[in-house]
């Protein structure tokens, strides 16, 4: 048998019952474009953390206070670990070659009230004149917290771009006053949007003078984070390595076992990205369940098909057909129709995708990969469900085929 007569007999075939192959297929349709929607998601989801993660800032090493461990996040290592990173850690951390910034924080969620009665609830952070430098952050009005205002413990704040939206709505915040807790703070700039990071949103903050809010708002004498710019990202692991030692010879703990973590933007990135694709792979798996469906219903069609096809079988074998040509017919059958679904699966995905975009504003990724995949898996499902109809038709005795009512 030519391929240009299987590809007519099969083309044939499953247009004589349009409806029947159609609803045949849906399955297929579903399950395919469910899968390339929620990897396109998850690929959308893993870039849009990786380029957060990166905006951080450069080069960056975070020291936490307490012990990060592996599904229970940050805990007490049973030293008062809550409390541990302290300013005199600041200068310890300093003297470690390769160390360009250090930007020590202390944050707290207050209330923040504008003139006009405009309150929200937002993060604020004290912090240094470093801070830009470390977390790559610049100001778009106004100024930042100048080194004579961390030791006058001065009242003023730098606001993030959604934190002066929302007080001050399109007018001009530099100059006016605000109250965090019940505390008086002048304006003195405002920052450059970045956009969320998805656990975090740098653009909802207020940045204090840590000295302001370790005296004043917060009345802590310890530290939330530790940020540190490394000069070189090959010096990374280096000045990670000293700067355990270092702390572990001011806090008297030992190296093995501290009362802090310290966390690579690597470290980071990669647990959030083994997050995102573990949900991905779960939800890929659940919508791939349609897909088996799918495959069971081609092979019942199939299996329909050979019993209402059974005199055309005998007829074929009859005048020379061999179990080859049947078994090939059937199994084009069964692979076109796969394919016909992977392809309206594959315009139903990345139809899905953008919409997910377009309402929502949630990064997806149609990548060259899950349309691969879709097609291999098409195929796949066609040869593994149209196999033994195949087999069944092209064993059929002509003579009884024949003879069949």
Excluded: C
Aim: net charge neutral.
């Amino acid at each position: 048998m030519f391929i240009s007569d299987l590809f007519e007999e099969t083309y044939f075939a499953i247009s004589a019952n349009k409806t029947r192959s159609g609803l045949t297929i849906l399955g297929i349709v579903i399950g395919i474009g469910s899968v390339i929607a929620m990897i396109s998601i998850g690929q959308g989801a893993s870039g849009q953390i990786q380029s957060s993660i990166e905006g951080l800032g450069s080069n960056l090493l975070t020291i936490m206070p307490g012990v990060v461990q592996p599904g229970r996040g940050i805990v007490s290592s049973g030293r008062g670990a809550a409390e541990t990173l302290k300013n005199e850690d600041i200068e310890v951390l300093r003297s470690i070659a390769g160390v360009a910034y250090i930007s020590p924080e202390l944050q707290r969620r207050f209330q923040i009230v504008s003139p006009a009665g405009n309150n929200t609830n937002s993060t604020i952070i004290g912090a240094t004149a470093e801070y830009p430098l470390v977390k790559n952050v610049s100001v778009e009005q106004g100024s930042f917290i100048l080194e004579n205002q961390l030791r006058s413990m001065s009242r003023v704040a730098v606001l993030g771009p959604t934190v002066a939206k929302d007080l001050f709505a399109d007018s001009d915040p530099i100059g006016k006053t605000i109250r965090i807790n019940k505390v008086n703070f002048k304006v003195i700039g405002v920052l450059q949007a970045k956009g969320g990071a998805g656990f975090f949103n740098p653009d909802d903050i207020v940045l204090v003078p840590l000295t302001t809010m370790q005296k004043i708002l917060a009345g802590a004498d310890f530290l939330s984070t530790i940020a540190i710019s490394v000069q070189e990202k090959n010096l990374m692991s280096q000045v990670q390595d000293e700067a355990v030692v270092a702390l572990s010879v001011k806090h008297r703990v030992d190296p093995q076992n501290p009362d802090f973590s310290i966390l690579s933007q690597a470290d980071i990135l990669g647990a959030l990205t083994q997050i995102t694709d573990t949900f991905t792979i779960f939800l890929a798996a659940v919508a791939g369940i349609s897909l088996i469906v799918g495959g069971i219903g081609i092979m019942n069609m199939m299996m329909t098909t050979v019993t209402e096809r059974t005199r055309e079988i005998g007829l074929r074998k009859a005048i020379g057909a061999k179990r080859l040509d049947i078994s090939l017919q059937f199994l084009a059958e069964a692979v076109m129709l796969t394919f016909l679904g992977g392809a309206v699966g594959i315009i139903l995905g990345a139809g899905l995708a953008y919409g997910v975009t377009f309402f929502t504003g949630m990064a997806t990724k149609i990548s060259l990969f899950s349309i691969i995949l879709a097609f291999s898996v098409s195929a796949g499902i066609g040869i593994a469900f149209g196999y033994w109809p195949a087999q069944k038709a092209a064993k059929l005795n002509p003579i009884e085929a024949l003879r069949y009512e």
